[in-house]
Structures are given as C-alpha cells and as structure tokens.
C-alpha cells in the first residue's frame, strides 16, 4: 500500500467546465515592500478537485461547515475501472451492472473514467466530452449500496456536460436517494493507471462559513 494524492493541485492553466472561469494568484504584499509575501487567491468553489454537498442543489441542504473530520474519511471504498468509456456517454445502470449487480457494502464509491490524458492533452475534450451520471444511475448505485457516503470520479462534473439539460438533476439524485445527510460528490480526481484499489480515503475540504462546495486535498492508501 502507498499513501497518495488522489486530488490536483489547482492551475491557472488546468481545464474547467464551461462554465468556471480559471483561478488567478496575484501579489498583494511583497518581501521587497513589507517583509513578507502575501498573495491574493481568486476561484470559483467548483475549480479544480472538488466536493459538492447537498446544499449545491437543495436550499435546505447541509453546507461544508456543518461537516465533522470523521464525516469525510472513508474506510472502506470501492474503487472501479471504467477506462474507455466514449466520450460524451451518459452512465446508466446497465453500464454499473458488471460492477454492482450484487450489491456492495462500502462507504465510499471511487469510479475512474481514465480521462487524465484527456485533461493534460486534450483540455476541450477533457472539459465538455467526458462521460457522465444519468440520474437513474445514481438511484441504482444507492439501491446497491445502501450504505454509501460518498462517490468520487476523475470526470469535471458527476453530469454529463454535452447532455446538462437530461444529467444536471443527476446531482440532485445522489443526495436524495442517500441514507446520511453529510452525501458529498466529489469531482475531477486525480485517479491514475497505476492505482489498482484504495483502503483508506480522506477527504479534506476547504472549510468556508454557508460554503456549499469547495476545492478539497484527498489523500488515500492505495494498492
């Protein structure tokens, strides 16, 4: 087992969805004016590896503040491999089927799409063609796991962005078929060839005052 990053570090230069424009950092204070350097951050809450709560998507849902530590790490995680999955394919049960026909008792579901060549290289096809989550797909992965906390993907959104208007509400789904209100999405992980399972999985958002989604830091053992 390896301790790894399973989230980007954030890029003025990484792609976004449509829809995010990129982060800046500028100077605010310098060593040269006042002996230090202090720096001035500007993002929107969905840029980079992300975490949504319910409260992306509902007005009474649970924001990131209302979070505990032992909310976001997760011991047992199903980790899957669906490498090769057309672009712009929209994820329905029968796609999830080899995968969970038999029901699985995790708190934790990992999938990796295999887009981080598309994100290095291809950074349109990266932004607007990855596949995404039907919502009948997300009432069949809680149907399967009635014990599910969290689902992750290396895709920019849980929807599928060429088919917004059919796959937005997928969102929507997640948090509404969950057992647990503290349910987070997590979106544009890094999740490499090279990682065969994960044991251990903890999420660390930023924790902002009514914040309904932020940049996180992940970090797992991973086989």
Wanted: glycine fraction near 6%; hydrophobic fraction near 40%.
């Amino acid at each position: 087992m390896e301790l790894t990053w399973l989230s980007y570090t954030m890029s003025v230069n990484a792609p976004r969805p449509p829809a995010i424009p990129a982060p800046s950092v500028t100077e605010f204070m310098s060593i040269a004016e006042t002996g230090a350097n202090v720096q001035f951050l500007q993002c929107y809450n969905h840029t980079g590896t992300h975490l949504d709560t319910a409260a992306h998507v509902f007005e009474d849902g649970v924001a990131l503040d209302q979070f505990l530590p032992s909310d976001l790490v997760y011991e047992r995680v199903l980790y899957i491999d669906m490498s090769g999955t057309p672009d712009d394919t929209v994820i329905m049960p029968k796609h999830l089927e080899p995968f969970l026909a038999g029901g699985a008792d995790h708190e934790a579901l990992v999938i990796r799409f295999g887009v981080e060549e598309w994100r290095e290289n291809e950074k349109n096809r990266f932004s607007n063609h990855c596949p995404g989550f039907g919502p009948e797909a997300a009432k069949y992965i809680h149907s399967k796991m009635p014990g599910l906390r969290m689902i992750g993907t290396d895709v920019p959104s849980i929807a599928c962005i060429n088919s917004l208007d059919e796959t937005m509400c997928a969102h929507n789904e997640f948090f509404v078929y969950a057992r647990t209100e503290k349910f987070i999405i997590v979106e544009e992980m890094k999740l490499l060839s090279n990682i065969k399972g994960i044991k251990h999985m903890t999420v660390s958002p930023w924790m902002v005052e009514w914040m309904n989604s932020g940049p996180c830091v992940i970090w797992a053992l991973t086989a």
